[in-house]
C-alpha cells in the first residue's frame, strides 16, 4: 500500500510541473534580436501600453538569447537600459525562478521565467518583472518605467 501512495505522488508531481501547452501569451518568433548600445544594454524603442507586459507571468519579457550557458547577460542587458518613472536610477535583485513551459529551445524541452524586483529611491513598494530568457518577442519599456538617460 506505501509504495502504492509514494507512486501516485510521484506520478501527480511529474505530471503537474509543466503543462504541453504554453500559458505565454506574447511570444512573436518574427521579433527582431535586440540590438546593443554603446554601454551594453539594449536598444529599446518602444513603451508597452498592455499593463500586464512583464508584470504577469502570462506576458513575459521575451528576451530570447541563442545559448543557453550565460543565462543572466540578457537580462541585465535589458533591466540595465531602464529607469525609474521619473528616470531615477533602478537597482535590481532576481528573485526566483518560477512558472515552468514547454519550449524547443531548452535541451530539457521546458523553461522557466525570471523573476526580478526593482527598486529605486522614492518608491512606495518594489517592482516585480517576469522575464523568459527562452522565447523572442519585441523588447518594450514596460509600463510605469523609463529609459535609462546615456
Given amino acids: ?82 529607469a525609474g518613472p521619473k528616470g531615477e536610477k533602478i537597482t535590481y535583485t532576481k528573485l526566483e525562478s518560477c512558472c515552468p513551459f514547454p519550449t524547443k529551445r531548452s535541451e530539457m524541452g521546458a523553461g522557466l521565467l525570471d523573476v526580478y524586483e526593482l527598486r529605486w529611491e522614492g518608491q512606495k513598494n518594489p517592482v516585480t518583472l517576469y522575464l523568459n530568457i527562452y522565447e523572442k518577442g519585441v523588447l518594450m519599456v514596460p509600463v510605469g518605467l523609463t529609459l535609462k538617460k546615456n
Fill in 1 to 82: 500500500m506505501k509504495k502504492i501512495v509514494i507512486y501516485a505522488v510521484l506520478l501527480i508531481f511529474s505530471t503537474s510541473c509543466i503543462s504541453t501547452k504554453s500559458t505565454l501569451k506574447n511570444v512573436n518568433d518574427n521579433a527582431p534580436i535586440p540590438t546593443l548600445a554603446n554601454n551594453n544594454t539594449f536598444v529599446i524603442t518602444e513603451y508597452s501600453k498592455d499593463k500586464k507586459y512583464g508584470y504577469d507571468p502570462d506576458y513575459p519579457i521575451n528576451i530570447f538569447y541563442v545559448d543557453t550557458r550565460n543565462e543572466t547577460i540578457n537580462p541585465e542587458r535589458f533591466l540595465n537600459a531602464l
